[in-house]
């Protein structure tokens, strides 16, 4: 499914301050693409993502969806930094949430809740409670939770930053296992640059506040990718292309920072 | 099936820790009685109590008198704690309710809910029905405000989340609000346990005709120093009983909160 975001304006008021989030940003996401959002902090990433998630209201612009490939299920689902996961309920039950609100029978969607624990490594706990999990394992079960939810495309919204380096270097090859069976389109929120170069067919850039894409890097590396690629010249090249169009947008926003604490 | 020493050991010492200091206490207690540096007018010497207690006990007029104040406060704490789960759903799911609501029960919730008493006494007359009533209303601030803050509480993300994977606003409210504010509804249950516990005495004290509390102001008008140092004694080891079993409901009713 194609997502095509054309002006999108996000602005808002935190204590009285107007805050201007997104200005004019567009971006169109091929279908079965997996995109990779990049920007520096603060950039209204995140914000965007759950304007096109349908979560947060765009003051302008607007965000279309073209050439579903199922009649049902949702067109988008969140996988969120923090998983949020539902403490009460256990993994199969989290997993199998979408399906439960949906009204698919108990049999069916516990039967779908199982297949996508097992295709994320998870077999053995679907009885425990989240907290019982580690952050790497809980991230799973959000993994499978959006996949069992089947939706046409996945939003993912820096779902490995809070993971240690280790753990996220180990999802981030479980992730490219995973996509590469379903296929869906992913627009997956990121400030790490390997990260975005490694998963990404193609790396949109973010400018500093107010966001806007600012460029799309098509990254040039085969599928199926390896970590072994994050050695090559090939991935230096595109990984120094993303830094230096990043790195003129953390000057803006270091200078509009320090203009901020001087007044 | 074999129990390791070192099981039995931790065992052995948890009991130690626990019960050790107690039986301390009760040790001094009633060597200083015994030794004369304490008149045994005030303080009887703890054996004394004790064998008070067994014969209260045995005798029928303990237990007698437990069944009535358990039955009374078990009535108010349902009737109270209940509405006030009810009460504070519906107020914190429906904001008008709220709006409209709030302010009546913070100008309401500083009042000395004992105070009540003469109204339910003017109502109600004398026996049960005000006795309860006085639980009833001492039970249910404490649950409503521990129900409305639980409502708060809910981590909005997790509520976002749902919505996401394709919850109706009548699903998240039970689905998400619900289950998420229960353990904040289950502090409010046991904070009013014990509130249930003294005001029960309390007025039981002041107008009983029957019960724990009527027992113990018996025994102080009539002197009976060892009845109501084992009437003590027996109402304490009560109120163990019933936090015990407010926190064994919510282990079993909650598994997912246990040893957070």
Redesign the interface.
């Known amino acids: 499914m194609r997502i095509s975001v054309s002006n999108v304006d996000k602005r808002f008021s935190v204590r009285g301050r107007e805050v201007n989030a997104l200005n004019k940003a567009s971006l169109e996401v091929r279908d079965a693409e997996f995109l990779t959002l990049l920007g520096p902090s603060g950039c209204g990433k995140s914000t965007l993502l759950q304007i096109i998630a349908g979560l947060e209201p765009a003051t302008g612009g607007k965000v279309s969806f073209e050439g579903r490939r199922t009649a049902s299920g949702p067109v988008t689902t969140m996988v969120w930094q923090r998983y949020a996961l539902f403490p009460w309920r256990t993994i199969k039950h989290n997993v199998a949430f979408g399906c439960e609100m949906r009204g698919m029978p108990r049999g069916e969607r516990m039967a779908r809740a199982q297949h996508f624990i097992e295709n994320v490594g998870l077999i053995g706990f679907e009885e425990a409670f989240p907290h019982e999990l580690s952050g790497g394992m809980q991230q799973r079960v959000a993994l499978a939770r959006a996949l069992c939810n089947d939706p046409e495309i996945l939003l993912m919204d820096e779902p490995l930053a809070a993971l240690d380096a280790q753990t996220r270097t180990v999802m981030q090859v479980e992730l490219l296992r995973i996509w590469d069976q379903y296929k869906k389109t992913v627009v997956y929120v990121t400030h790490s640059i390997d990260e975005a170069v490694l998963l990404g067919d193609r790396i949109a850039i973010m400018s500093a506040r107010p966001g806007r894409i600012k460029e799309v890097i098509p990254v040039t590396l085969p599928r199926p990718r390896t970590l072994d690629m994050l050695t090559t010249p090939e991935f230096h090249k595109l990984a120094d292309h993303a830094w230096n169009s990043i790195k003129e947008e953390f000057d803006v926003a270091y200078g509009a920072s320090k203009e901020g604490q001087s007044q | 099936m074999t129990i390791s020493s070192g099981k039995l050991r931790a065992f052995a010492s948890s009991v130690l820790y626990n019960v050790g200091p107690i039986v301390a206490v009760l040790l001094l207690w009633e060597l200083s009685v015994r030794s004369g540096l304490i008149r045994a007018f005030f303080l009887p010497p703890v054996s004394d109590v004790l064998v008070q207690l067994w014969e209260s006990i045995t005798s029928g007029q303990l237990p007698a008198a437990f069944l009535v104040t358990t039955k009374r406060m078990l009535i108010g704490y349902i009737i109270g704690a209940g509405s006030a789960i009810v009460f504070g759903l519906l107020i914190g799911i429906f904001r008008p309710l709220r709006n409209f609501f709030y302010p009546i029960v913070a100008a309401v919730y500083p009042l000395p809910k004992i105070a009540m008493l003469s109204i339910f006494i003017v109502v109600f007359g004398v026996g049960d029905p005000p006795i309860i009533a006085s639980v009833a209303i001492s039970s249910f601030f404490p649950v409503l405000l521990n129900t409305l803050t639980g409502l708060r509480s809910i981590?909005p993300?997790?509520i976002?989340?749902?919505?996401?994977?394709?919850?109706?606003r009548f699903?998240v409210t039970t689905?998400?609000v619900l289950?998420?504010s229960?353990p904040m509804i289950f502090t409010g249950l046991r904070q009013s346990s014990a509130v249930a516990l003294i005001v029960v005495v309390a007025v039981e004290m002041y107008i009983g005709q029957s019960g724990v509390g009527y027992l113990l102001s018996w025994a102080t008008e009539f002197f009976k120093i060892n009845l109501l140092y084992a009437n003590l004694f027996a109402i304490g080891i009560f109120g163990i009983l019933v936090f015990r079993l407010v926190d064994f409901i919510e282990y079993i009713a909650?598994?997912?909160?246990r040893e957070?």
Do not use: F, S, Y
Not at chain 2, 160 to 168: F, S
Not at chain 2, 254 to 257: G, K, Q, R, S, T
């Open positions: 981590d993300i997790l976002k989340a749902a919505e996401d994977l394709g919850a109706n699903q689905k998400v289950p998420g229960l909650l598994p997912w909160a957070r």
